[in-house]
């Protein structure tokens, strides 16, 4: 386990905010069912919205929980961030008291302006970091991805590295091989992604790309996963100019774009031989 102690950072011409005489946050313990959205500056429910709080009550745990923040308006709580968790306790039927985090902002203003504060002011958790917390718990998939990308000779990586200066077999499109395990199973899946070893990097486009000529059933028989590797390992890198061309032009993915390219270029050899 390596731990890093909590540090100040050196950051040039900062100058911190006053903390004013505002009351600290109170956490405190309430009924969920007596928490109120606005909806004056609050995000209706989507279907992105549903399916999140479905896997919140399916899999409902105080370890992963985060206080939803309130303010009392009135003597009612409003939300101010929050509201999936709150819905899916309610919804889960089995929590009777919620902790919560209660603030205060007494006008509309300061509470639409914490609303955003809350949903902008925060560094999203990329795939990658989310990959590497998974597999350090011993997640089941996450495993099965390191397993393959380690017989590929593929690297992930939890960041990008400085001025995009990857290394062959590098990557950070650890979606698209999740993805892509799930689709075509773990054999198949090292096999894309060994065609694609000396890439820098094994980017997104290049495997959806690799996977397409590989699988799908128009270019069956056109590669095996050595005839494919010679032909990407002579164009990754940087994105060749004529795929780049061809889907500006016909408005495709870039990775179809690749697909049709390294498709032409392997018939016209064949041809010629």
């Not at 745990?61 to 309610?90: E, M, N, Y």
């Not at 397409?212 to 270019?219: F, G, M, V």
């Not at 390992?233 to 061309?245: D, I, K, R, Y």
Request: glycine share 6%; net charge positive; charged share 25%.
């Amino acid at each position: 386990m390596t731990l890093r102690a909590v540090q100040p950072l050196d950051l040039p011409n900062l100058v911190a905010a006053e903390i004013g005489a505002a009351a600290r946050p109170a956490f405190v313990e309430v009924d969920p069912r007596q928490l109120w959205v606005d909806e004056a500056y609050q995000r209706d429910l989507s279907d992105k919205s549903r399916r999140l709080i479905k896997k919140i009550v399916a899999n409902w745990s105080w370890a992963q929980f985060k206080p939803p923040v309130v303010v009392r308006v009135d003597g009612v709580l409003h939300l101010i961030d929050g509201q999936h968790t709150a819905i899916a306790a309610v919804t889960h039927g089995g929590i009777v008291r919620l902790p919560v985090m209660l603030v205060e902002a007494a006008e509309i203003g300061d509470r639409a302006r914490a609303f955003v504060g809350h949903n902008r002011d925060r560094v999203a958790v990329t795939p990658q970091q989310t990959f590497f917390a998974e597999l350090a718990a011993g997640d089941e998939t996450a495993l099965t991805i390191a397993q393959v990308c380690d017989r590929a000779c593929i690297k992930i990586l939890k960041f990008p590295p400085s001025r995009g200066a990857f290394k062959t077999g590098e990557t950070v499109a650890v979606g698209a091989i999740r993805t892509l395990i799930d689709r075509r199973g773990p054999v198949r899946a090292r096999k894309v992604l060994q065609a694609l070893a000396l890439c820098a990097p094994v980017g997104a486009s290049w495997i959806k790309a690799a996977e397409a000529l590989l699988y799908a059933e128009e270019y069956l028989g056109l590669f095996d996963p050595d005839a494919l590797s010679l032909v990407v390992n002579g164009l990754c890198g940087e994105v060749p100019a004529q795929a780049v061309t061809l889907a500006a032009a016909k408005k495709l993915p870039l990775w179809r774009a690749l697909v049709i390219v390294i498709a032409n270029r392997r018939r016209r050899v064949r041809s010629a031989a």
